[in-house]
């Protein structure tokens, strides 16, 4: 490319992103992970708003972040136990939510600035991504043991090259 030239930047058509959106669409990973993310932001919404504006749940502070860590855990868990035996579309919908749940953080912490101070968003997000990667990992493995155990060669019906005592070799 000579100096000068300005480059040239192959531009997709639009019926070619409509066709990745409805890719993307249909993907059962990313519809639930996004319904999760939907929900885990309401969640962390709700729970921020409880505890700067409702003065009365002051004296049970702990009680209310108790049941509100739970609920968002339990929300959590939904892509994670969906697609337990499913690892891919288990990442998809995991770093769908996250990423959803991570946006509206950021959001918030533009409206209460002290939740910015603490964690930024990226942290927010680095901290979901590495606990669902193992989480994800994990579902890998034991599914990839689980095929290996019912696999036709896990259950040979061959007899043993071992000798036994009473079998004449």
């Known amino acids: ?8 930047m192959p531009v997709r058509s639009s019926s070619l992103v409509a066709q990745e959106l409805t890719l ?3 993907n059962p990973g990313a519809r639930i992970g996004a319904y999760t993310g939907v ?9 921020l708003y409880v505890a700067n504006r409702v003065p009365s749940l002051e004296s049970v502070a702990l009680e209310r972040n108790l049941v509100a860590a739970t609920i968002l855990g339990l929300l959590a868990a939904i892509p994670v136990l969906r697609f337990l035996r499913e690892p891919g579309n288990q990442l998809v919908a995991n770093l769908f939510a996250w990423s959803i749940l991570s946006l ?8 209460f600035v002290a939740l910015g101070e ?7 997000f680095t901290l979901g991504a590495v606990v669902y990667m193992l989480l994800a ?3 890998w493995i034991g599914t990839c043991l689980w095929k290996l155990r019912h696999s036709p060669m896990s259950h040979s019906h061959h007899e043993s090259h071992i000798s036994h005592p009473n079998h004449p070799i």
């Open 137 to 139: 990992t994990l579902s």
């Open 24 to 26: 993307v669409v249909h």
């Open 118 to 124: 603490r964690y930024s968003a990226m942290q927010i």
């Open 104 to 111: 509206g953080y950021r959001g918030l912490s533009m409206h």
């Open 39 to 47: 929900a885990l932001a309401i969640g962390f919404t709700v729970w």
């Open 1 to 8: 490319m000579e100096l000068g030239t300005p480059s040239v």
